[in-house]
T-cell receptor, first 112, second 112 residues
């Protein structure tokens, strides 16, 4: 099993550009999450999904959209990137409550 | 929403000693509390979780204590090793694992 993978690993965008971050898991997990991590701060939940075809807002959803068309994939979109979105983005997945949550290696995004 | 915070930003411990990392939370509705370890440049790694109706749970070299009266969570690491050096996060989960929110983290430094 590859676990949780994220694409790309690094990206530099200019303000106003758009992009999509891909998260894939091969563990048949129901729940998937997108977080951002800024220096000196914990992870903040952007959006999450409790199953294929469902999404919900987390703490900091503004400026981001997500889709979960397939159970194994969770996409995070930035329609018009802003410098405030410079961060490290982590995807995670879990089978359900009481099970171990797995994280991907992260995507480092810089918006200039 | 959930507010999860940590008492100390940095903790230095002598190799072989026990480490105690503390966390305070505000949302009494959390179903689970989870501890994660994050090494530099990597995604968080699940250590142990505890259900909200429990007081204590033990794992390999780690023990989590939950005091619901004062809304306090702690992680105890026995016989701390250099490989334990990392940032440790606590998190609260509501709706089972549907929504997981993190604290800011404590950096554990192990002195050889």
């Amino acid at each position: 099993n590859a676990g949780v993978t994220q694409t790309p690993k690094f990206r530099v965008l200019k303000t106003g550009q758009s992009m999509t971050l891909l998260c894939a898991q091969d563990m048949n997990h129901e729940y998937m999450y997108w977080y951002r991590q800024d220096p000196g701060m914990g992870l903040r939940l952007i959006h999450y999904s409790v199953g294929e075809g469902t999404t919900a807002k987390g703490e900091v959803p503004d400026g981001y959209n997500v889709s979960r068309l397939k159970k194994q994939n969770f996409l995070l979109g930035l329609e018009s990137a802003a410098p405030s979105q410079t961060s490290v983005y982590f995807c995670a997945s879990v089978w359900g409550e009481g099970y171990e949550q797995y994280f991907g290696p992260g995507t480092r995004l810089t918006v200039t | 929403g959930e507010s999860v915070g940590l008492h100390l930003p940095t903790l230095s411990v002598q190799e072989g000693d026990n480490s105690i990392i503390n966390c305070a939370y505000s949302n009494s509705a959390s179903d689970y509390f989870i501890w994660y370890k994050q090494e530099s440049g990597k995604g968080p790694q699940f250590i142990i979780d505890i259900r909200s109706n429990m007081d204590k749970r033990q794992g390999q070299r780690v023990t989590v204590l939950l005091n619901k009266t004062v809304k306090h969570l702690s992680l105890q690491i026995a016989a701390t090793q250099p490989g334990d050096s990392a940032v440790y996060f606590c998190a609260g989960a509501s709706g089972g694992y549907q929504k997981v929110t993190f604290g800011t983290g404590t950096k554990l430094q192990v002195i050889p």
